[in-house]
């Protein structure tokens, strides 16, 4: 693919539930926690339990946006050796079966700038990765990083915080593609209380600067969150919510997977009615 992208997974993904008057939802869960051995089928559950595009985190040392839960994630798959090359094996080895679930990969500047930009979007795009959400790199920044990504047919996807103002707005909008993400609480994921309102008044905010579509993130935890973000935006997601019920059955693959089945299953009902 080269020029202009042709429409990724990520942007038929939208368009079809938005076309069926269904939003959607994104569950993130840190590749490599608490084993390698458990993510792809992690994945693949996931998406049977209703999810619609797959957040996959890339552990870090130092992960600066992340609360206690998916700071602890991070450093589970660390000790089990988990690197950018492995998550992006991971993503190769879902598509085997999975064709059709549009893959995020969500992480930090410092493992891709390690590999280089062009490397990594080579590898990425190969691997089946549809769109990539790098925390720490400000749009103003990210001129030759969007250009390469997007060249490769990678949606490169940025933040949006409660305190970005319109003219970063309107940057942000340009640069990205995909979906923008809105940060609906100031702080780290799984802090803070959500109010409905405010991001509602948010979410339009952004969509007066841009025809893509809004997806919530940071505190939302539940069924009720869930269903309240899903009435002002067009997708949730969720993430120390889904860790959470990772960590406290790290010790068993068989319940982790029934532990988050059934919180997707939940929001998935939520978000539907």
Known sequence: MSGMMSENRIQQRFEQRLAAGKKVLIPYITAGDPVPGTTVPLMHAMVEAGADIIELGVP??????????IQKAMERALESGTSL?????????FRQTDTQTPVVVMGYLNPIEVMGYSAFADKAAKAGVDGVLTVDIPPEEA???????????LSPI??????????????ISNAGSGFV????????????????????????????HTALPVGVGFGIKDGDSAQRVAKVADAVVVGSAIVQRIEANATDSGKIKTAVCELITELRNAIDK
Do not use: W
């Open 60 to 69: 870090f040392s130092d992960p600066m946006a992340e609360g206690p839960v």
């Open 143 to 153: 001129e030759d990083y969007t250009k390469i990504f997007k060249n490769k047919g």
């Open 181 to 208: 993400y809105y940060v609906s609480v100031k702080g780290v994921t799984g802090a803070g209380h959500l109010n409905t309102d405010e991001v509602s008044a948010k979410v339009e905010q952004i969509k007066a």
């Open 158 to 171: 940025f933040l949006v915080a409660p305190t970005t103002n319109e003219q970063r707005m309107e940057l």
């Open 85 to 93: 090359l492995d998550v992006l094996g991971m993503v190769a080895e």
